[in-house]
């Protein structure tokens, strides 16, 4: 059973477009939602994460857009350049649970 | 990098025989994690550690044991390696914020990789 479910697989976006990612979840009992950021041969690193008491959160042109109701959350990435091309990883984990479930990631690659 | 170091980076091992792979860290952590990492699958929970000899199993712990004897060191072993535990393995600690609205969830931060293949 997959838990949190991530899409697109791939995605292709041109320098200066917005990257949208999104990642949707069925466990009601996760309240805390990370992305995480991965270069080719790195390990991942958090990028930006939020809990659903906020329907946004926002940090530089990074964008989290979280929909409680539709228990969907999406990763924005605005004026994307090319050094944004990498793996992402949307993930969840309960309250009082150190553990996360991670989407199966969205390889992003920005064109010059 | 939250002095989280992995060894051996790189290792091709044959189908049956034993394989451990070390996870060190620094900052005396409490939480460790060890995952695998395959195309199509994402990051895979394999076992974690809550604290030294305290274990537990993740998403895909068959095949795999961990033991943790000293906070700053999580090994995860392959008893008999067979082809499908070809991957890349990463090890995670969980480190508390200490301010800010996430202040109660822990933000994991991983090390830079063990890639294995089983011939």
């Known amino acids: 059973q997959q838990q949190v479910k991530q899409s697109p697989q791939s995605l292709i976006v041109q320098k200066g477009g917005i990257s949208i990612i999104n990642c949707a979840y069925e466990?009601?009992?996760?309240?805390?939602f990370p992305w995480y950021q991965q270069f080719p041969g790195k390990g991942p690193a958090l990028l930006i994460a939020?809990?659903?008491?906020?329907s946004e959160k926002k940090e530089g042109r990074f964008t989290i857009s979280f929909n409680k109701s539709a228990k969907q959350f999406s990763l924005h990435i605005m004026d994307s350049q090319p050094g944004d091309s990498a793996t992402y990883f949307c993930?969840?984990?309960?309250?009082?649970?150190?553990?996360?479930?991670f989407g199966k990631g969205t390889m992003l690659l920005v064109s010059p | 990098d939250a002095g989280i170091t992995q060894s051996p980076r790189h290792k091709v091992t044959e189908t049956g025989t034993p394989v451990t792979l070390r996870c060190h860290q620094t900052?005396?952590?409490?939480?460790m994690y060890w995952y695998r990492q395959d195309p199509g699958h994402g990051l895979r929970l394999i076992h974690y550690?809550?604290?030294?000899?305290?274990?537990d199993k993740g998403e895909v712990s068959d095949g795999y044991s961990v033991s943790r004897s000293k906070t700053e060191d999580f090994l995860l072993t392959l008893e008999s390696a067979t082809s499908s535990q070809t991957s890349v393995y990463f090890c995670?600690?969980?480190?508390?914020?200490?301010?800010?609205?996430?202040?109660?969830?822990?933000?994991?931060?991983f090390g830079p990789g063990t890639r294995l293949t089983v011939l």
């Open positions: 995670a600690i969980s480190a508390p914020r200490l301010a800010g609205e996430l202040s109660s969830y822990n933000e994991q931060f």
């Open positions: 466990n009601t009992a996760f309240d805390y």
């Open positions: 939020i809990r659903p008491d906020v």
């Open positions: 993930a969840a984990s309960k309250k009082g649970y150190s553990t996360l479930t």
């Open positions: 900052e005396n952590h409490r939480y």
């Open positions: 550690s809550y604290g030294v000899k305290d274990t």
